[in-house]
């Protein structure tokens, strides 16, 4: 078949399947119009999930009648400018957007209204219907300047893309998502969304810093976050990584609540969620994920963001540089709340309080004058055994006691002034009742053992003190010739962490030692996963992980059992290792250790406040 140009209008519709995926895709790209243009309130309409009619409303700098025709061209934008030899240059972009396709593509597919004023000049309107350009008149607009850009029946050029939406619930639910994300990359900018006439999200502007930006991480994530969320804000070779990490017990069930912006451009990319993930890998299950909105700020010349037309994707000139900043950050900062644990585990604890159905035991008979009268009572059956524990003189802590012997002795003051208190009981053999001086705590003897095997492990593996296992047979593992280059590169890494190599030819690596700890395993295929690891982010992260996870069976298994009872300087000792010990809070799979009430609530239950 003979070669041919398409038509413009179908070169535009194909560019739209690219762009404008679905409503929320013609959302995010007007309101990235909107911020480029300097816009500090954005107002949001959408009906029918979008595909009725959606408006964006802007106070940016507006455009004049001259610039309408100049929008909606495919490939002419106000977002690039060449320099004195005509070049543009594609590898510093410092805008949302700059492809010039948004509104072409947009208006291909659908009824587009394009309505704007600048300062002082008067309001101007151009209608485009299914890639048809009309002509620019005169327009009434309601401010002194911006735009406000309206799309009716989107997809009505190409029926068979509406054969591939979602119900008006589900898209609309898609736009509400998409302009939080755009609110959380934007805290100074005002946002308002109406769903079918109904305000979901009226967001005032904040302003800047971490405290405005915690403010609309509140508004937009909810209060629990805000009160379970630690702020990052660390910086790295020209790299500077912001935001806020929700703490290891206050987690989700899958990655949804994760928000990741490059330069102010909400993102999904696997690096970053990726390395998120492997932040958290010592306080996590593999079925937990962690919440958490961060921000990365970089040189524009060390990240491509023109990857796709959609431009939710972006890539890194160093991903190993990248990669490191997000660990080492939110280690840091969550090693600085090395022993606090989330308020939503002591608000669970207290709703499990409130009163239900009838009191175990009532008075022998009742009173003409009330209970409040009534002196005969008849006391609750005696109890063949009382709780576990309880009873015993060696777990009952009616007095303070000396420390265990392997526990340094703290300064001299009262037990209950320390974080985690004074053991006064041990409940079922498995819980330690610790009282503080404005409440008590309840402890999981295991979980908070196991946090403290754990961390000793880690420490030992860091220091480089990880055993190893010499071969009988030393193993030849054959690789492409850079791989094996590359772990020959890496040998002293490897070696730290018990794994010792050396180059056998120029496409073969020969492993004499292994980490002990990892006993029988695939060494040829550890070795060839180290390989990807070290091609894709220059770590070989593979191992430690690896390691990581034998530390914490081992650390379950060689942990104080539930069901052990212990004595009171036992208790106490634990108690002072969680204080010192980094992220006691939780253990190895995410859960709590412990669990805080204040007095002022265990009063309130009781009617006393």
């Known amino acids: 078949m003979p070669i041919r140009r398409l038509p413009p209008e179908v070169v535009n519709r194909i560019a739209a399947g690219e762009v404008v995926e679905r409503p929320a895709s013609a959302v995010k790209e007007l309101v990235e119009n909107a911020l480029d243009a300097g816009a500090t309130r954005i107002e949001v309409q959408v009906d029918g999930g979008g595909l009725s009619r959606i408006l964006v409303a802007d106070d940016g700098k507006g455009m004049g009648p001259d610039e309408l025709p100049l929008a909606v061209e495919r490939h002419a934008t106000s977002k690039l400018e060449p320099d004195d030899a005509g070049d543009v240059d594609l590898l510093r972009i410092g805008s949302l957007g700059f492809r010039g396709e948004a509104l072409p593509s947009i208006g291909s597919v659908a009824r587009l209204t394009l309505t704007s004023r600048t300062a002082g000049g008067e309001g101007h309107a ?26 009716r029946d989107l997809f009505y050029a190409t029926p068979a893309r509406l054969k591939f939406m979602k119900s008006e619930r589900a898209e609309a639910m898609a ?54 969320a630690v702020l990052i804000d660390q910086a790295r070779e020209g790299l500077l990584l912001t935001g806020y990490a929700g703490l290891p017990t206050f987690s989700r069930g899958n990655g949804a609540h994760q928000y990741l912006f490059v330069n102010g451009r909400p993102v999904r990319d696997r690096l970053l969620q990726g390395a998120l993930r492997g932040a958290y890998a010592d306080f996590l299950a593999r079925d937990r994920h962690p919440v958490a909105a961060l921000y990365l700020d970089v040189d524009p010349l060390s990240v491509d963001v023109n990857v796709h037309p959609a431009k939710a994707e972006v890539r890194f000139r160093d991903p190993a540089l990248v990669r490191g900043l997000i660990v080492g950050g939110l280690k840091h900062a969550l090693a600085a709340e090395a022993n606090r644990a ?50 015993e003189v060696s777990a009952r802590m009616e007095v303070e006691v000396e420390y265990a012997p392997s526990v340094p002795a703290p300064e001299d003051r009262p037990l209950q002034d320390f974080p985690l208190g004074a053991a006064r009981a041990q409940i079922h053999e498995t819980y330690i009742l610790a009282q503080t001086r404005d409440g008590f705590v309840l402890v999981d003897q295991h979980a908070a053992h196991e946090r403290l095997v754990y961390e000793r492990i880690k420490t030992q593996q860091a220091e480089g003190r990880v055993a190893r296992q010499a071969l009988l047979t030393p193993e030849i593992v054959q690789l492409e010739p850079a791989e ?43 070795v060839r996963d180290i390989a990807d690891d070290l091609a894709e982010t220059g770590k070989a992260l593979s191992l430690p992980e690896r390691l990581a996870e034998v530390g914490a069976d081992h650390a379950c298994r060689h942990s104080i059992r539930a069901g052990r009872r212990l004595t009171a300087e036992e208790m106490n000792a634990l108690l002072r290792q969680m204080e010192a010990t980094p992220h006691s809070g939780q253990c190895n799979h995410g859960r709590p250790t412990y669990v805080e009430l204040k007095l002022a609530d265990i009063e309130r239950l009781f009617g006393r406040r």
């Not at 109904?198 to 508004?219: C, M, N, Q, S, V």
């Not at 794994?499 to 980490?515: C, K, N, Q, S």
């Open 342 to 391: 989330s308020t939503t585990t002591a608000q669970a604890a207290l709703a499990g309080f409130a009163p239900r159905g009838a009191p175990a035991w009532r008075p022998a008979q009742p009173s003409a004058s009330g209970y409040s009268g009534w002196t005969g009572w008849s006391a609750p059956p005696a109890s063949t055994s009382s709780l576990p524990g309880v009873a």
């Open 126 to 151: 151009l209608r485009i219907e299914g890639g048809a350009v009309g002509r620019v008149g005169p327009a009434p607009f309601p401010g002194p300047h911006g735009a406000r850009v309206e799309v």
């Open 484 to 526: 094996a280059a590359r772990l020959a590169d890496a040998a002293d890494e490897l070696a730290g962490l018990g794994l010792v190599i050396e180059p056998f030819g120029g496409d073969a690596v020969l492993v004499r030692e292994t980490p002990a700890a990892l006993g029988e395993f695939d060494i040829a295929g550890m």
């Open 175 to 228: 736009v509400t998502e998409e302009i939080k994300r755009q609110a959380m990359a934007h805290p100074t900018v005002a946002f308002t969304l109406e769903l079918d006439g109904k305000t979901i999200l009226r967001l005032p502007a904040e302003p800047h810093g971490h405290d405005g930006r915690l403010a609309r991480l509140e508004a937009v994530l909810g209060r629990a976050f805000s009160e379970n």
